[in-house]
């Protein structure tokens, strides 16, 4: 039992730990940021013009508002990637200060949130797009615009990619603001 009150009443945990943690930190934070920007840039570049029955049709990603929305979460997330990337390297210069890793929890939680409304929607319109739906009388696209739809597909993808990145992120920043010491 001494031991682990020993252990919360250390001021500042190991050199190495504070580095490992620094280092997943900025890893983790630059792929999210890398992801959620590629699935924007995806996104937002994806249409296809192709004509059925004598007919010129377009799909874009600006006809659906869950794709819109997923982009422009997406953008915001990378933004927002980039802000958490510089409070981290000012919260490690400041030293480890559980209280300000609460704030990074609140934020990446946040943006987590945010990626994971996102991907729930455009995976729907998604799953629409690709299968139909027979009872509304909605015929699948994905037969006709086939570039669009794998284009759709990647970024939605990466998205997911990015959310699972930002979950890990929000764990560990939790389980680094749980670190207060008991006075």
């Given at each position: ?88 390297f000012l ?91 008991v006075v």
């Amino acid at each position: 039992m001494a031991t682990i009150e020993a252990k919360a009443l250390q001021p500042n945990p190991p050199v190495r730990t504070q580095k490992l943690f620094l280092g997943a930190q900025i890893c983790l934070r630059t792929v999210a940021m890398a992801t959620t920007l590629a699935a924007t840039w995806i996104m937002i570049t994806s249409k296809q013009s192709t004509e059925i029955v004598g007919i010129a049709f377009d799909a874009r990603y600006s006809y659906s508002s869950a794709f819109k929305f997923l982009a422009f979460a997406n953008a915001v997330v990378s933004a927002c990637c980039l802000v958490s990337l510089l409070l981290v390297f000012l919260l490690h210069l400041q030293g480890s200060n559980p209280n300000h890793y609460f704030l990074l929890f609140l934020h990446d939680l946040f943006i987590m949130c945010l990626v994971l409304a996102g991907c729930a929607a455009a995976t729907a319109i998604g799953f629409v797009g690709r299968y139909g739906n027979s009872h509304t009388g909605w015929t699948p696209i994905c037969d006709h615009f086939g570039k669009f739809c794998h284009r759709v597909l990647i970024s939605v993808i990466l998205s997911y990619l990015s959310l699972i990145i930002l979950l890990m992120l929000t764990v560990s920043s939790a389980i680094k603001s749980r670190q207060i010491p008991v006075v």
